[in-house]
């Protein structure tokens, strides 16, 4: 199975400071057909998982513009450009090209410095 | 509003059994493939298992399979796990959620095992 790994696994940033989530795969994740099959969720306190990223770099609709992901490779990374007090949470990765089954990041918890 | 609703979870003693549901809405569920994922209480996700649109295509995790069983009924929009002989590390929240692309998840329903 593919590991995922997340670092940090907790992260205080300050309002209106950038913040940046490292995700490494076990495995290469580029599929045969080209793409890498990478996304980020963001669960807020008390809510169900929201998928923010999806294919390493595409924003899912209604996702801020201050989100950004990036990466190759076995090397992934989620960057919020400016925190806001609504985006405290736990941020996953997940890998969907060697499948089954579906692995995600231990979870980076992301507060309020 | 495309939209997943989980429900069936509750207490049940080690070793027993529970069904869960899910019913979609919104979007042409006989379309798409769907997984069941969980979280234990303060922990991560973990994946459980996947059925394809016409149930031709079924997988596991290690961690349930010969106990669990997914399912789904197209013309009722609705997604099933039948989980029997329970243990104490099945207690989690227990979530659907849309395809492989994991674009949509239901509230999930709380399932706990003890005695």
């Known amino acids: 199975d593919v590991v995922m790994t997340q670092s940090p696994l907790s992260l205080p940033v300050t309002l209106g400071q950038p913040a940046s989530i490292s995700c490494r795969s076990s495995?290469?994740?580029?599929?045969?057909?080209?793409?890498?099959?990478l996304s980020w969720f963001q669960q807020r306190p008390g809510q169900s998982p929201r998928r923010l990223i999806y294919?390493?770099?595409n924003r899912d609709s209604g996702v801020p513009d201050r989100f950004s992901g990036s990466g190759s490779g076995t090397d992934f990374t989620l960057k919020i450009s400016r925190v806001e007090a609504e985006d405290v949470g736990v941020y996953y990765c997940m890998q969907g090209t060697h499948w089954p089954p579906y692995t995600f990041g231990q979870g980076t918890k992301l507060g309020i410095k | 509003e495309v939209q997943l609703v989980e429900s069936g979870g509750g207490l049940v003693q080690p070793g027993g059994s529970l069904r869960l549901s899910c019913a979609a809405s919104?979007?042409?569920?006989?379309?798409?493939?769907i997984n069941w994922v969980r979280q234990a209480p303060g922990k991560g996700l973990e994946w459980v298992s996947y059925i394809s649109s016409g149930s031709s295509t079924i997988y596991y995790a290690d961690s349930v399979k010969g106990r669990f069983t997914i399912s789904r009924d197209n013309a009722k929009s609705s997604l099933y796990l039948q989980m029997n002989s329970l243990r104490d590390e099945d207690t989690a929240v227990y979530y659907c959620?849309?395809?492989?692309?994991?674009?949509?998840w239901g509230q999930g329903t709380m399932v706990t095992v003890s005695s």
């Open positions: 294919k390493v770099s």
């Open positions: 919104g979007f042409t569920f006989s379309s798409y493939g």
């Open positions: 959620a849309k395809s492989g692309a994991f674009d949509i």
């Open positions: 495995q290469s994740l580029v599929y045969s057909d080209g793409n890498t099959y």
